[in-house]
T-cell receptor, first 115, second 111 residues
Framework: GAGVSQSPSNKVTEKGKDVELRCDPISGHTALYWYRQSLGQGLEFLIYFQGNSAPDKSGLPSDRFSAERTGGSVSTLTIQRTQQEDSAVYLC?????????????FGSGTQLSVL | RKEVEQDPGPFNVPEGATVAFNCTYSNSASQSFFWYRQDCRKEPKLLMSVYSSGNEDGRFTAQLNRASQYISLLIRDSKLSDSATYLCVVNIGGGSYIPTFGRGTSLIVHP
């Protein structure tokens, strides 16, 4: 079956523009996670969804960041008024359910470059 | 103090060597532990879970030391294809289902 799909794979934007990043999880997976990874750094948690609700948004860096998930499937991460420090790889992962023993399946990420 | 800490390396070893990485975690309530592997410019993929009793998968052995709050990964008979970054992941559980990643340890296996 298909894995986690993210689009676009690469996005170059100008400072101050808004961007939308999309994640299509594995069919049937109820949990969905967004992380970002800056060059040479570890994965920084942003937000996770259980179904369509986001129990924990504590990782969102600022109010310029928002995310939603509809139909228990596709999720969109939106960054408004992008800044150069937003440049990173944005990774989405899904798992069959939330739980501390669940394995994460990652998409290949969106490389965001803010000029 | 970071929640999950790893030596970033790089660990540079010859083929056939045995190499070990450690990862420490700060929250004693942590419930589950994993090692993921990340190749250059690729997404992380699960390598193995880490059980209280320790577990082995071929050349890879993972162990958990709850008293000292660390997990370890041992790779025997290293292959060139083992070159990657190894990410330690800890999940606190208890209602918080957020896998927390360490920064990763880079391994380079040379001929």
């Amino acid at each position: 079956g298909a894995g986690v799909s993210q689009s676009p794979s690469n996005k170059v934007t100008e400072k101050g523009k808004d961007v939308e990043l999309r994640c299509d999880p594995i069919s049937g997976h109820t949990a969905l996670y967004w992380y970002r990874q800056s060059l040479g750094q570890g994965l920084e948690f942003l937000i996770y969804f259980q179904g369509n609700s986001a129990p924990d948004k504590s990782g969102l860096p600022s109010d310029r960041f928002s995310a939603e998930r509809t139909g228990g499937s596709v999720s969109t991460l939106t960054i408004q008024r992008t800044q150069q420090e937003d440049s990173a790889v944005y990774l989405c992962a899904s798992s069959p359910r939330t739980g501390f023993n669940e394995k994460l399946f990652f998409g290949s990420g969106t490389q965001l470059s803010v000029l | 103090r970071k929640e999950v800490e790893q030596d970033p390396g790089p660990f540079n070893v010859p083929e056939g060597a045995t190499v070990a990485f450690n990862c420490t975690y700060s929250n004693s309530a942590s419930q589950s532990f994993f090692w993921y592997r990340q190749d250059c410019r690729k997404e992380p993929k699960l390598l193995m879970s880490v059980y209280s009793s320790g577990n082995e998968d071929g050349r890879f052995t993972a162990q958990l030391n709850r008293a000292s709050q660390y997990i370890s990964l041992l790779i025997r008979d290293s292959k060139l294809s083992d070159s990657a970054t190894y990410l330690c992941v800890v999940n606190i559980g208890g209602g918080s289902y957020i896998p927390t990643f360490g920064r990763g340890t880079s391994l380079i296996v040379h001929p």
